[in-house]
Structure formats: structure tokens, C-alpha cells
């Protein structure tokens, strides 16, 4: 322990071989206890990888207060929790959009009548005064915010919000008649 420490003294020195002998020491076990965090051998010999990298390129910074082996473990335990917690994140959103993925859930049936709503709402807004139509898909389909769509049109911010409005309230009026 105390030899651990002389050499990470050299090390913030800028001792290579120092480095080198630490590196050798601890290699292994390393790679060991990362592995049986990850369960993957390739990521853990880059987390421990990383964690020397960091040291060497941080040494004159680094404060190793109990004993180096403590440290080494405890950055290779931190970066082994951190990418367990990657993958975790990385793995619900792959679930996510693969649930959310309409075709995968929806039978024949769903599909059709999903079609059928579709029509029968291009119906209603194209039975729409022309503005109003332009003005839902501009903000709806396209994203425009209203200030840019009064804008395009050259009328007030009221305007296209009551066109929103009447155009939402025949929409819903008309889902409300199809569910029928």
C-alpha cells in the first residue's frame, strides 16, 4: 500500500515506468471487477482503459487520499455503474420506438379503420374555407407557430387562434359522428 502510494507520487511526476507498474499491477483484477459489473469483457477493458487514460492525463491534478488500489477500483466501479446505466437508457428507448412503431401493434383491421378516420378527416378539411385549412395544416402538420402563421397571412394573432379553434371543433365534431 505504501509502495502503491511512492509510485503514484512518480507518477504525478511524470514517472512512465512508475505508471507502467501500476498499470501491470492492476490490469487484471481490474478488467476482473469490471467484468463482473458489465458482464461484457470488451467494455470492461475499455472502462479500465479509461480509467488509466484519465489518470495519466490528470495525474498532477488527481488527489489519492487512502490508498491507490481504492481509487483505482472505485473510478472502475463508477464508470462500470455508468455504463450499465447507458445501456439501460440506450435499451428502454429502443423498446419504446419499437412499441411505437404503429404497424408493428395495430391488426388489419386497426390499419383499415385508421384509414377510414384519415379520409373521412381530409373530408372535413377540405369542406374547410380555404384559410382555415391552411392555416390548421401550417400549425399542425408543419409545426409553424401561430405568431408566424398571422404573420404569413398578414391578420392578427386572434384570427389564427379562432381559426385554430373552428378548425379543432369541426374535426372533433367530425370524430365524434364517425365513432357513431
Not at 467494455?43 to 492525463?57: A, C, D, L, P, T
Not at 445501456?87 to 412499441?99: G, M, P
Not at 407557430?145 to 379553434?165: C, F, G, N, P, R
Request: hydrophobic share 35%; proline share 2%.
Amino acid at each position: 500500500m505504501l509502495n502503491d502510494y511512492i509510485e503514484f507520487k512518480k507518477i504525478k511526476e511524470g514517472d512512465v515506468k512508475a505508471f507502467e507498474k501500476i498499470f501491470r499491477q492492476y490490469y487484471e483484477p481490474l478488467c476482473l471487477y469490471a467484468f463482473s459489473i458489465t458482464g461484457r469483457k470488451d467494455i470492461s477493458e475499455e472502462i479500465v482503459q479509461e480509467v488509466f487514460y484519465i489518470i495519466w492525463k490528470d495525474r498532477e491534478k488527481i488527489q489519492i487520499l487512502l490508498s491507490v488500489k481504492n481509487y483505482l477500483f472505485g473510478s472502475v466501479r463508477n464508470q462500470a455503474f455508468n455504463y450499465k446505466e447507458h445501456e439501460s437508457v440506450e435499451q428502454r428507448y429502443q423498446d419504446d420506438v419499437l412499441t411505437d412503431d404503429p404497424d408493428t401493434e395495430q391488426s388489419p383491421l386497426e390499419l383499415l379503420e385508421y384509414k377510414e378516420l384519415e379520409n373521412y378527416l381530409t373530408n372535413i378539411l377540405n369542406k374547410m374555407p380555404e384559410r382555415r385549412k391552411q392555416i390548421f395544416l401550417l400549425h399542425r402538420m408543419e409545426g409553424k407557430k401561430q405568431k408566424d402563421i398571422a404573420d404569413i397571412y398578414a391578420v392578427s394573432l386572434k384570427t389564427v387562434e379562432a381559426e385554430m379553434t373552428k378548425a379543432c371543433q369541426a374535426l372533433r365534431q367530425g370524430i365524434e359522428k364517425w365513432r357513431k
